[in-house]
């Protein structure tokens, strides 16, 4: 298997023989990581479960952690799950990873599709499924939203969704995104949405949708074929808690419930019980979500950028996002990450990612300098 370097280490090699300017301090604006505490409650409740360390945790998740999920997901998107349509995760990442080559095990020749420029998990689970693969596209020219042509979607066992969107930060509608579930019932393939940006957004009349909303809306209420991913990580400044569900089509979790018992990746008790409380709390949420946006607000009144519907990047269009990048690390000491490096086919040429993901004075200084950059 031929796996791609990831972007983080092809960012390392492009920067090795760059010296970056020591008058300013190192800015990394490259991982989507939030740099902020984790909430004391949710501590706590880490350290007040540490002895359920002598417990094997069951694949299936902990009772209650299932029903914290099934809860936030009612109260957000005013979708009502039963316990068989929603399985925790140990964060999202290996779930994308590893549903791909549990869906498509029996299939001779599969077929995946999604969003081009990606997440690379998505890549490298459709190497490890040795499938073929369609690129959807998102450009500037089609507002980095998903489309597929009739010929192309006949053709595909599994598709790939990410909206909100990384790196582009581009979003769809719930009547955009029904129009896949739409597609996925008449072709008969799993559709999918990662989800894991949802809850960064920044108007409260404006809210990403969820697949499982889009469904509903087009009355297939049992969500056959129709899947989300979800974390924790981004909307609770906790990716160390690995914890993620996905959730939809009954009939696909549960053999896919079976296929986990052998992967081995049930959560531990503790982090499940930190994870409970997490997930039944908004009070933090909220406040996370203020700080992003007084960054995406800065980043309005310094770069001119537009404040997306949700996500913490921007998708910023330079000229070689190459020499741009070398450039601004070795001037202004700040790393961030050319957008070839997470798309193929030309796809995030000229562009670059950048990470909001400080707090709102950190992030001032560090806009301030890139304009300084550009302008310069």
């Keep these: 298997?031929?796996?791609?370097?990831?972007?983080?280490?092809?960012?390392?090699?492009?920067?090795?023989?760059?010296?970056?300017?020591?008058?300013?301090?190192?800015?990394?604006?490259?991982?989507?990581?939030?740099?902020?505490?984790?909430?004391?409650?949710?501590?706590?409740?880490?350290?007040?479960?540490?002895?359920?360390?002598?417990?094997?945790?069951?694949?299936?998740?902990?009772?209650?952690?299932?029903?914290?999920?099934?809860?936030?997901?009612?109260?957000?998107?005013?979708?009502?799950?039963?316990?068989?349509?929603?399985?925790?995760?140990?964060?999202?990442?290996?779930?994308?990873?590893?549903?791909?080559?549990?869906?498509?095990?029996?299939?001779?020749?599969?077929?995946i599709a999604y969003t081009n420029p990606f997440y690379q998990i998505y890549?490298?689970?459709?190497?490890?499924s040795r499938a073929e693969v369609?690129?959807?596209?998102?450009?500037?020219?089609?507002?980095f939203k998903a489309h597929l042509s009739d010929e192309?979607?006949?053709r595909c066992d599994l598709v790939i969704l990410n909206f909100p969107n990384n790196p582009t930060a581009g979003s769809m509608s719930k009547e955009e995104l029904s129009v896949w579930v739409e597609k996925a019932l008449k072709f008969d393939f799993i559709l999918i949405n990662d989800e894991c940006y949802s809850e960064i957004y920044f108007n409260k009349e404006d809210k990403p949708a969820s697949l499982l909303e889009a469904s509903i809306l087009v009355g297939n209420t049992d969500f056959k074929n129709v899947l989300v991913m979800n974390s924790i990580s981004k909307r609770s400044s906790a990716p160390g808690l690995r914890s993620g569900f996905v959730a939809g089509d009954a009939k696909i979790?549960?053999?896919?419930?079976?296929?986990?018992?052998?992967?081995?990746?049930?959560?531990?008790?503790?982090?499940?019980?930190?994870?409970?409380v997490a997930w039944n709390d908004q009070e933090h949420v909220d406040y996370f979500r203020?700080?992003?946006?007084?960054?995406?607000?800065?980043?309005?009144?310094?770069l001119g950028t537009k404040i997306p519907q949700a996500t913490f990047y921007i998708w910023l269009e330079?000229?070689?996002?190459?020499?741009?990048?070398?450039?601004?690390?070795?001037?202004?000491?700040?790393?961030?990450?050319?957008?070839?490096?997470?798309?193929?086919?030309?796809?995030?040429?000229?562009?670059?990612?950048?990470?909001?993901?400080?707090?709102?004075?950190?992030?001032?200084e560090v806009l301030l300098r890139l304009k300084d950059f550009i302008n310069g």
């Design 1 to 111: 298997m031929n796996f791609e370097k990831y972007p983080f280490e092809k960012l390392a090699i492009l920067l090795e023989d760059v010296t970056a300017n020591k008058d300013f301090e190192e800015s990394v604006l490259t991982i989507g990581e939030p740099k902020f505490e984790t909430p004391d409650f949710i501590q706590n409740a880490l350290k007040n479960s540490s002895s359920l360390l002598k417990k094997y945790p069951a694949s299936a998740g902990i009772p209650e952690l299932k029903d914290a999920m099934i809860n936030f997901v009612n109260t957000r998107f005013d979708v009502k799950l039963d316990v068989n349509q929603i399985i925790p995760t140990f964060g999202t990442r290996e779930a994308l990873f590893n549903f791909p080559q549990f869906a498509l095990f029996d299939i001779k020749d599969p077929v």
């Design 123 to 128: 890549e490298g689970a459709a190497i490890a």
């Design 134 to 143: 369609i690129h959807i596209n998102l450009t500037k020219e089609n507002d």
């Design 152 to 154: 192309e979607l006949q």
């Design 253 to 276: 979790l549960k053999e896919y419930l079976q296929y986990r018992t052998y992967v081995g990746c049930a959560s531990p008790v503790p982090l499940q019980q930190a994870a409970v």
């Design 290 to 302: 203020s700080v992003y946006k007084k960054n995406f607000i800065l980043a309005e009144e310094i």
């Design 318 to 364: 330079v000229q070689d996002e190459l020499e741009f990048t070398r450039n601004l690390y070795k001037e202004k000491n700040i790393k961030v990450v050319p957008g070839s490096f997470l798309g193929r086919e030309e796809q995030g040429k000229n562009y670059v990612r950048i990470a909001l993901v400080e707090n709102a004075e950190k992030t001032k």
